[in-house]
């Protein structure tokens, strides 16, 4: 019985690694990859107030409870983030027409300008790296590009 059909055996990638192995490196290159995209551009903002931003976004107009739950802090914190991103004109705060208690955050206009301009930064930080390569290592990462967007969707 070979190493790969024995039950307790760790299963073996082509390289020769476990999944284990190849698991910690993929684990501490996506890690290494978002810290340096989150350093390319901040447009003066914290990434706390720029993941707020784009939560605001893919939620719609999330009360601040659901900003609190959805970015995993506390609300008295993301009451803060959401004042001073409403300071800097980047959100606006509405109270809900039934339960005025309820405010609802919502981009502005400034808000989503500035949203999109980290984005192109840091998409034209990596489309600048990725010209450095070699045709063939960008057809592989294109590849890989796809396997990791298999990897992060919802079973």
Known sequence: MTAATTPSAPASTAAGQ?????????RIAV????????QEMTAGLTQSQTSVLASVE??????LGELA?????QPPSMTRLVVALEEAGLVERSAEAGDRRVARVRLSNSGREVLQEIRSART????????????PDRAALSGLVGLLEQLVEEP
């Open 18 to 26: 476990d999944e284990g192995e190849l698991a910690a490196r993929l």
């Open 31 to 38: 890690t290494r990859m978002s810290r340096r995209l989150r």
């Open 58 to 63: 893919r939620l719609g107009a999330p009360t």
């Open 69 to 73: 739950a959805g970015e995993q802090v």
């Open 124 to 135: 034209a930080y990596l489309a600048e790296r990725l010209r450095d390569l070699p045709g």
